[in-house]
Nanobody
Protein backbone atom coordinates (compact mmCIF):
# COMPACT_ATOMS: atom_id res chain seq x y z
CA UNK A 1 0.00 0.00 0.00
CA UNK A 2 1.33 3.40 -0.99
CA UNK A 3 1.50 5.85 1.88
CA UNK A 4 2.75 9.37 2.32
CA UNK A 5 2.47 10.59 5.88
CA UNK A 6 3.17 14.20 6.77
CA UNK A 7 4.07 15.31 10.26
CA UNK A 8 5.62 18.23 12.07
CA UNK A 9 2.89 20.80 11.69
CA UNK A 10 1.59 22.86 14.56
CA UNK A 11 0.99 26.30 15.95
CA UNK A 12 3.89 28.72 15.90
CA UNK A 13 4.30 32.46 16.31
CA UNK A 14 5.29 34.65 13.42
CA UNK A 15 9.04 34.51 12.93
CA UNK A 16 9.23 30.97 14.24
CA UNK A 17 10.24 27.73 12.58
CA UNK A 18 8.85 24.30 11.89
CA UNK A 19 10.24 21.23 10.16
CA UNK A 20 7.78 19.14 8.26
CA UNK A 21 8.45 15.51 7.40
CA UNK A 22 6.97 13.34 4.70
CA UNK A 23 7.49 9.64 5.27
CA UNK A 24 6.88 7.38 2.27
CA UNK A 25 6.24 3.68 1.89
CA UNK A 26 4.86 1.25 -0.64
CA UNK A 27 6.81 2.46 -3.67
CA UNK A 28 10.40 2.98 -4.84
CA UNK A 29 10.97 6.29 -3.15
CA UNK A 30 14.33 7.01 -4.80
CA UNK A 31 12.71 7.12 -8.24
CA UNK A 32 10.15 9.78 -7.38
CA UNK A 33 10.33 13.55 -7.32
CA UNK A 34 8.74 14.91 -4.16
CA UNK A 35 6.85 18.14 -3.81
CA UNK A 36 5.29 20.11 -1.00
CA UNK A 37 2.01 21.89 -1.60
CA UNK A 38 -0.30 23.85 0.64
CA UNK A 39 -3.88 24.95 0.76
CA UNK A 40 -5.26 27.72 2.91
CA UNK A 41 -8.99 28.00 3.69
CA UNK A 42 -10.85 29.47 0.75
CA UNK A 43 -7.82 29.33 -1.52
CA UNK A 44 -6.59 26.99 -4.19
CA UNK A 45 -3.80 24.56 -3.52
CA UNK A 46 -0.40 25.99 -4.43
CA UNK A 47 3.06 24.60 -4.88
CA UNK A 48 5.63 25.30 -2.19
CA UNK A 49 8.79 23.42 -3.04
CA UNK A 50 10.06 20.34 -4.82
CA UNK A 51 13.09 18.09 -5.00
CA UNK A 52 14.10 15.85 -7.85
CA UNK A 53 14.73 12.13 -7.69
CA UNK A 54 18.08 12.03 -9.45
CA UNK A 55 20.38 14.96 -8.76
CA UNK A 56 18.52 16.41 -5.78
CA UNK A 57 17.85 19.69 -7.52
CA UNK A 58 15.34 21.84 -5.72
CA UNK A 59 12.59 24.28 -6.55
CA UNK A 60 10.89 26.95 -4.46
CA UNK A 61 8.02 29.28 -5.06
CA UNK A 62 9.21 32.87 -4.94
CA UNK A 63 7.60 33.68 -1.59
CA UNK A 64 9.40 30.75 0.07
CA UNK A 65 12.87 31.37 -1.28
CA UNK A 66 15.34 32.06 1.47
CA UNK A 67 12.92 30.91 4.17
CA UNK A 68 12.17 27.27 3.31
CA UNK A 69 14.60 24.44 2.63
CA UNK A 70 13.64 21.08 1.19
CA UNK A 71 15.79 17.99 1.57
CA UNK A 72 15.44 14.25 1.20
CA UNK A 73 16.91 11.25 2.94
CA UNK A 74 16.50 8.30 0.60
CA UNK A 75 17.79 5.88 3.23
CA UNK A 76 14.80 6.85 5.39
CA UNK A 77 12.31 7.34 2.55
CA UNK A 78 11.64 10.79 3.95
CA UNK A 79 11.54 14.34 2.66
CA UNK A 80 11.81 17.34 4.95
CA UNK A 81 10.71 20.92 4.65
CA UNK A 82 12.47 23.29 7.01
CA UNK A 83 10.40 26.44 7.34
CA UNK A 84 11.95 29.51 8.95
CA UNK A 85 10.74 33.07 9.41
CA UNK A 86 7.17 31.91 9.23
CA UNK A 87 4.46 34.42 8.48
CA UNK A 88 0.73 34.36 9.19
CA UNK A 89 0.13 33.99 5.46
CA UNK A 90 1.98 30.65 5.61
CA UNK A 91 -0.97 29.22 7.53
CA UNK A 92 -2.32 26.29 5.54
CA UNK A 93 -2.65 22.54 5.29
CA UNK A 94 0.64 21.28 3.89
CA UNK A 95 0.72 18.19 1.69
CA UNK A 96 3.54 16.19 0.20
CA UNK A 97 3.27 14.47 -3.13
CA UNK A 98 5.40 11.91 -4.93
CA UNK A 99 5.50 11.91 -8.71
CA UNK A 100 7.01 9.71 -11.41
CA UNK A 101 5.67 10.30 -14.89
CA UNK A 102 1.91 10.01 -14.72
CA UNK A 103 1.98 8.39 -11.30
CA UNK A 104 1.33 10.77 -8.45
CA UNK A 105 0.60 10.03 -4.84
CA UNK A 106 -0.60 12.39 -2.11
CA UNK A 107 -0.51 12.48 1.63
CA UNK A 108 -3.33 13.75 3.82
CA UNK A 109 -1.52 16.81 5.04
CA UNK A 110 -0.34 18.43 8.23
CA UNK A 111 -1.72 21.72 9.51
CA UNK A 112 0.55 24.70 9.97
CA UNK A 113 -0.84 27.70 11.81
CA UNK A 114 1.20 30.86 12.25
CA UNK A 115 -0.09 33.40 14.73
CA UNK A 116 0.68 37.09 14.45
Amino acid sequence: EVQLVESGGGLVQAGGSLRLSCAASGFTFDDYAIGWFRQAPGKEREGVSGISSNDGSTYYEDSMKGRFTISRDNAKNTVYLQMNSLKPEDTALYYCSARLGIRQYWGRGTQVTVSS
